[in-house]
């Protein structure tokens, strides 16, 4: 992983899940529907002045959207926002910094 840059994707994990389950509200706003599924799959981590979350989530069938989370450091409460929220993404398409 280069310094600032984003680290290698990796499967989520309990974690991963949890953060999902509270952006679920607001990634359902964004797109403007609802999901039955949102299972988080796989996800990278870059740290900046707190942490930025990039998180491929299954929403049913072979869809697929990616989320940037970001969570603000300890110090700021450590808060978590939906920053940025890709649509139409598939098990195949990579997680890319967006």
């Known amino acids: ?11 989520a994990d309990e974690e ?10 607001h990634a359902e706003k964004q797109a403007g529907k609802s999901y039955d599924v949102f299972t988080a799959k796989s996800y990278r981590r870059q740290v900046v ?3 930025n979350y ?10 697929h959207v990616h989320l940037r989370v ?12 939906l920053s940025d929220m890709q649509q139409s993404k598939s ?6 910094y967006f």
Request: negative net charge; proline residues 8%.
């Open 70 to 81: 970001y969570k603000k450091l300890p110090c700021n409460r450590g808060d978590l926002e």
């Open 1 to 11: 992983m280069m310094t600032g840059g984003p680290a290698q994707t990796t499967d």
């Open 91 to 96: 098990h195949h398409d990579p997680i890319d």
């Open 54 to 63: 990039f998180i491929k989530v299954h929403v049913g069938g072979d869809d």
């Open 49 to 51: 002045a707190g942490t």
């Open 16 to 25: 991963i899940q949890t953060i999902c389950d509270s952006m679920k509200p």
